[in-house]
């Protein structure tokens, strides 16, 4: 038995319950064997919010699952009966395996977020902001650096008609 991985197009947003049903048909028609893994490719991120750290999940394809199957007619048949599929990419009569290293790739992306959580920065050198905590909660800033893998800002805050640069926790700042 051969097992190749496939990209397979489904509807944006239910991508889970997708995977949910193509799983349960597979059980029903007997042929979990030749599908051993579907998977939603997702990464994990770290998002601060009200000073509290959460860790939280984000699609890294929407729309799109990861399976790991043994393509036969019968396989074939069961997934493109569930509701909400839409195709296989790269195949335009007949599906086409995924690259290995591509899925590789992927894979050892969502590994390496589960490992170490990215931290979400929306911030980039030059924007305005305004500290939300501290001595200086009110005051305007302008952002200098962005460390995202810390998670920290370097701004410039204007005092008594001097630059004066600081070190923030982006969770800390708001835009203006």
Do not use: C
Not at 10 to 34: C, P, T, Y
Not at 62 to 80: I, K, N
Not at 111 to 119: G, I, L, R, T
Not at 129 to 157: C, Q, R, W, Y
């Amino acid at each position: 038995m051969a097992l190749d991985w496939y990209f397979l197009r489904v509807q944006v947003n239910r991508e889970d319950r997708i995977r949910e049903s193509m799983i349960k048909r597979l059980k029903q028609a007997g042929l979990e064997v030749h599908v051993p893994q579907i998977i939603v490719p997702t990464e994990t991120f770290a998002d601060h919010r009200q000073g509290k750290k959460r860790i939280q999940k984000r699609k890294l394809y929407p729309g799109y699952l990861m399976v790991q199957m043994d393509l036969s007619e019968q396989v074939w048949f069961a997934l493109r009966e569930t509701p909400g599929f839409g195709d296989f990419v790269g195949g335009h009569s007949v599906p086409t395996p995924a690259k290995p290293e591509d899925v590789e790739k992927v894979l050892a992306h969502m590994d390496a977020s589960k490992d170490q959580p990215k931290v979400a920065v929306n911030f980039k050198k030059g924007d305005r902001v305004k500290i939300k905590t501290g001595a200086f909660e009110n005051m305007d800033a302008t952002v200098e650096e962005v460390h995202p893998e810390k998670g920290t800002l370097e701004v410039s805050v204007n005092i008594f008609g001097r630059a004066t640069p600081m070190s923030l926790g982006y969770w800390e700042v708001e835009l203006i």
